[in-house]
């Protein structure tokens, strides 16, 4: 499993496993499924309401917490008291401490999230979260957050798949040293993207399916990634993408993809609070 650097010195496994959408009833299953894949990165959030699904599934699966990798986030209305919105989460997920934790969008019309931010670096002081970032905060976010503390994210996990690439957002987080995360690397299967002509003709090409030509186009962006899927055979699928390589023109192919704002599928940032 490659492993990507941040920039307070840790790292985190490149390829994870999402659970946005997986049913709390079923998440034990899901996740211990996905643990037994050999997904060792795993991507909830307070606000998906599986935390305590997430925990169990660690807790039964025996595997050394040191070689997970656990990301959870702040809900929007929880951005006056980060304090409290993590030890509730590390609560549900039975955790000392989580390896990254995020403020799950900016949430611009509360202006709460400088302030957020500095709740978070307190509670990274403390121990609770190894690393601490953001999600959804693009280029005028974060260059308020930056001009306003000098602890510098170590991620931004924004929607990013070939037809929604948010180019000045990634600009911007590479200048400075902030990973990207990927959410929606498949266009939540609501964007056309596995049908895709390009990404069809690198499939058959390498002998792998569209969505893996997907998630290894995420991977040698230098991007974070972890689709979600309720299906083991797609666990599977999605997690064998270290056994071939997209060639240089492949690659352009699909970067060629961007759809100029055609391609989220997602919320704009600044209309979720
Ligand atoms: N920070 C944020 O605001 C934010 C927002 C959204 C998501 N996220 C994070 O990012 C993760 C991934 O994004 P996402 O779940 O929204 O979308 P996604 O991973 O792009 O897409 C998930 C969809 O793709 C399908 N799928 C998965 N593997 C497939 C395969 N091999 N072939 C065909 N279809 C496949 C899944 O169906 P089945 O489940 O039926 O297999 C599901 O419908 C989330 O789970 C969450 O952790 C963060």
Do not use: C
């Amino acid at each position: 499993m490659d492993s990507i650097s941040l920039n307070d010195g840790t790292t985190i496994p490149q390829l994870g496993f999402g659970v946005f959408k997986v049913d709390p009833a079923e998440t034990e299953r899901i996740v211990t499924e996905a643990l037994e894949v050999g997904y060792r990165h795993i991507d909830t959030a307070a606000i998906y309401g599986n935390e305590e699904g997430v925990g169990r599934a660690i807790a039964a699966s025996g595997i050394p917490r040191g070689e997970l990798y656990i990301t959870t986030k702040l809900w929007n209305d929880r951005q006056d008291n980060a304090p409290a919105a993590l030890r509730r989460s590390l609560d549900k997920l039975g955790l000392e401490k989580v390896d990254l934790y995020l403020i799950h969008w900016p949430a611009p019309a509360n202006d709460r999230y400088v302030e957020a931010w500095e709740a978070l670096v307190g509670l990274r002081r403390d121990g609770l979260t190894t690393s601490i970032g953001v999600a959804n905060f693009l280029v005028p976010h974060l260059e308020k957050l930056l001009a306003s503390s000098d602890v510098v994210p170590a991620v931004d996990q924004i929607e990013l798949h070939p037809a929604h690439q948010q180019p000045a957002t990634i600009a911007l987080a590479r200048e400075r040293g902030i990973a990207i995360e990927s959410w929606g690397p498949l266009g939540q299967a609501k964007y056309p993207l596995l049908e895709n002509p390009v990404i069809v003709a690198a499939a058959s090409a390498h002998g792998k399916s569209a969505a893996q030509v997907v998630i290894r186009w995420h991977l040698q962006s230098g991007f974070i990634v972890f689709p979600k899927t309720n299906h083991r055979e797609r666990m599977i699928e999605n997690f064998e993408v270290f056994d071939f390589a997209l060639s240089d023109a492949e690659m352009a192919a699909i970067t060629a993809l961007e759809a100029d704002g055609a391609g989220r599928v997602g919320s704009h940032p600044d209309t979720v609070n």
